[in-house]
């Protein structure tokens, strides 16, 4: 295992964990001030993908196609929070799960329906294809460090967002008391709609990016929504910090474990065995690393109580 | 609003007389439908016990289905290619005995909702939900890279296996073995139920606080429910799995825990024979408009969403009302 | 001199800077009904939650038939004798009253774990619950949901599920609260011979049921005890009348 690849390797899992982080900011936003959890986040993703490739395909312009994403993912979700998650606020997390779950029934066969079941192209621009290169004589690919620094802009305006806006003050009052900054006059249903549509957002922007490293297609946002929960596990609901440091770790586990784990027992294993062991043990790697901060930290490395 | 007891004596008389009339119209294929849903059915039984009686939102039930079934998948394997299934520490051979699948299909599926329990309910709610979630994928995922057992392909049983004295190829004798498997469940959840068990437990889920103060351990109270829920989900995933005769990753999918809740909710979640009318319905739409459509989903989608949102109860709830109380 | 059956020694929570419950001793003897009052956020029912187990106090003991159980939990709490009611009334709302009492009757056996024979044909469990039911005028309501009952029934319930415990102490959270005055008179008349089976500790915004009942009243204002005396020595104290009784309806 040479330097070169293991850095390779490494800036590969902080990009999957800093994609990782744009849905889990959403949904652990929307759990912490709104009391919901919701799993039509993966649709959002979804929809964000499918705008691109459509626009991308339609104009040609990736740029164009992120504000795709992005607009037609904030607005799904604006749209969403209107007619369904209202009347979920303060119901038991039973119906909340049902309802969001027949939103990705919705959503998942309703864009089938419109686009068929086979995946979508979003190709990478011309001007971010390509390898860089970067200290230490490693060659990345320039469009995965794009989407690192994408992720860490998005964190850093997220945490600047929360610590410094009126609007974060009032998120920051509303995971705390929601009955509270009613009273205080300030229209919570604005603001509810507001951060759902954020998080929207932010998954649909994820959905976009990756989308054109992965394919476009019906259910690609379920797998990686599941995994955004295991982020929450790990990082502690309502953190942004935690889906941050979350994100990370599951991401570096899931990539560096595929690698190192059958290298692991290729030490004192015959070869073949190995890698079906290694590979079967690294699907695995980050529900252990989740069960593990469990039995430590039930709530999440930056949980409350 | 009907009686309760009645309606659930008509779902019976349904469960009982389809097949008959099918048997003696040589529709095999309706038998089949029919023994899916008794499986399904049985699925949601065990979820019922956790969810409904328990209020635990297990998001990952089909966990225990997937285990059921690969436990019958892994035996059966080695039975047909006579080689045996581990030589270490003792040689355990495989086998196409259905009480013995069945044992060893609930035995691991306990074992799972032990440890999964015991993790997941360390901390309440929201966290519950996503753990269990987590856990189904890790099933799945590991089963897609366990190249073994046929990884993503899965693996196909050549021969029913065998129940002494039953031919079980035929359908209607094995749609009969899955019927007494359910009946025999739901009859256990009905004396569940009324226990003192099922009363501590239905307690815990309204009122937890109330419940350790009386001295009850509601956490162990509710692990206890997981693990019997686990081990008869995990029977009905040995059924499924020999009912088509072939077991896959995707019996530890998402979209089956989610369906196996929408069995619930559809009946009614808490109801006796919630789970049955739930499967039926959704047997019943999956062959109907899916036969029409292939995006019937969207409909169940509405469908589910409306109950939630307008019918709380399920169809039970909506057709029998509330329920009685216990005298 | 008489030993308490429950005692706090020095009882503090502290979260951040601000102390819901200030060095806080308090007693309650044999056959006596100890009152705790105090303005609205005084720290009672922070107070009530680290006496019952709920909360872990940051500093402080808490004493209960002699011994220290402090790092006991409320489950064990309650296992020992250590009766409680709720001022938002605990109960399994989908249940029937009889059920709910059994409930009690089951917790108190310590026991759950059977499976078979429905738990109201489980005689023991049945007569300690009839018989509390019976206590507190609840027999005839027996198979009523309890989302159907009265706020009254309710509190009324409340005090005979913690019955079937046979506590040793009561710790009761405000058992007045929402009562009209029928039902304060007659669950003050109840209190009043409980005493003589358990002690009580009492807290309570009624002053009528506390003038009615208590032998002692203890004060709490802004976490601290500023006053423990008979009804006499509280009416006369400067402190307390300034602190509370001059704004108390």
Known sequence: ?305 | ?327 | MLEPILRTHGLTKSFGALKATDDVSIDLLPGEIHAVIGPNGAGKSTLIAQICGTIKPSAGRVEFLGKDVTSISARQRSLTGLGRTFQISALAMEDTVLQNTVLGALGATGNPWRFVRPALKHSELRSVAESALERVGLEDVMHTRTDELSHGQRRQLEVAVALTLDPRAFVMDEPMAGLGSEGSIRLTGFLDELRNEAPILLVEHDMDAVFALADRISVLVYGKVIATGSIEEIRKNADVQEAYLGDES
């Open chain 1, 1 to 305: 295992m040479t330097f070169v690849l293991f850095a390779e390797q490494l800036l590969n899992g902080l990009q999957f964990g800093i994609m990782l982080f744009l849905m889990a900011a959403g949904l652990t936003l929307i759990f912490g001030v709104m009391g919901l959890i919701n799993l039509a986040h993966g649709s959002f993703y979804m929809i964000g993908a499918f705008a691109a490739a459509a626009v991308a395909g339609a104009t040609g312009s990736f740029l164009l196609a992120l504000v795709a994403a992005l607009s037609a993912a904030a607005a799904a979700g604006a749209l969403v929070e209107l007619l369904v998650i209202r009347r979920l606020y303060g119901k038991d997390h039973l119906d909340q799960v049902l309802a969001t779950f027949a939103l990705i029934l919705i959503f998942s066969e309703g864009t089938r329906w419109i686009y068929g079941s086979f995946p979508l192209f979003l190709n990478i621009p011309d001007y971010l294809s390509g390898p860089i290169l970067l200290p230490g004589g490693i060659q990345y690919p320039l469009y995965r460090i794009t989407l690192i620094a994408v992720g860490l802009l998005v964190a850093l305006g997220l945490g600047l967002m929360i610590a410094k806006t009126r609007i974060g003050i009032q998120i920051r009052a509303g995971e705390n008391d929601r009955e509270m900054i009613a009273a205080l006059g300030i229209d919570i249903s604005k603001l509810y709609t507001l951060i759902f549509a954020l998080g929207a957002a932010l998954a649909g922007l994820a959905g976009a990016l990756v989308g054109a490293i992965q394919s476009v297609q019906v259910g690609m946002g379920e797998p990686v929504l599941i995994l955004a929960f295991v982020v929450i596990v790990i990082g502690g609901i309502g953190s942004i910090k935690g889906a941050l440091i979350g994100s990370i770790l599951v991401g570096l586990t899931d990539t560096l474990g595929g690698v190192f784990l059958p290298q692991l027992f290729k030490l004192f294993m015959e070869a073949s065995v190995a890698t079906s062991i290694g590979s079967s043990l690294a699907s695995m790697a980050i529900y252990f690393l989740m069960g593990a901060v469990l039995v430590w930290r039930p709530t999440g490395l930056f949980g409350a109580r």
């Open chain 2, 1 to 327: 609003m009907v009686n309760e007891r009645l309606f659930n004596l008509l779902i019976l008389a349904i469960l009982i007389g389809v097949p008959a009339w099918a048997y003696v119209s040589d529709e095999p294929f309706i038998i089949t439908l029919m023994t899916r849903a008794v499986v399904f059915a049985l699925a949601a039984v065990g979820l019922n016990i956790a969810l409904g009686l328990g209020g635990l939102v297990s998001l990952g039930h089909a966990v225990f289905f997937g285990i059921g079934g690969y436990a019958m998948g892994i035996l059966a394997f080695h039975a047909q290619t006579f080689t045996p299934v581990t030589e270490w520490p003792f040689v355990i051979e495989g086998t196409k005995s259905m009480p013995v699948i069945w044992l060893v299909a609930v035995v691991m599926s306990s074992l799972a909702a032990l440890v999964i329990g015991m993790l997941s309910l360390r901390t309440a709610g929201v966290y519950f939900i996503m753990i269990t979630l987590a856990f189904g994928q890790m099933f799945f995922f590991f089963t897609i890279s366990w190249s073994t057992y046929g990884g993503e392909d899965g693996l196909s049983v050549y021969v029913r296996n065998g129940f002494p004295g039953l031919n079980t190829l035929d359908p209607i004798q094995y749609f009969g073995i899955c019927l007494i498997i359910l009946m025999t469940a739901l009859t256990f959840n009905l004396f569940l139920a009324k226990s003192p068990f099922g009363l501590a437990l239905n307690a815990a889920r309204q009122t937890p606080q109330r419940v350790e103060t009386v001295g009850l351990n509601s956490t162990r109270l509710k692990l206890v429910a997981f693990v019997i829920s686990g081990a008869i989900t995990g029977l009905a995933g040995a059924l499924f799995a020999d009912l088509n005769r072939f077991v896959s990753p995707t019996m530890f999918s998402w979209q089956l825990s989610g369906e196996i809740i929408i069995f619930v909710i559809i009946g009614g979640v808490g109801r006796l024979f919630g789970p049955v009318v739930g499967a039926l319905v959704f047997v019943a739409l999956e062959h109907l408009l899916g036969g029409l459509s292939d995006y019937w989903h969207i409909y169940l989608g509405f469908l589910l969403l409306g109950i939630v949102l307008f019918g709380k109860g399920g169809l039970i709830g909506m057709i029998c009302g509330r329920e009685k109380v216990d005298a």
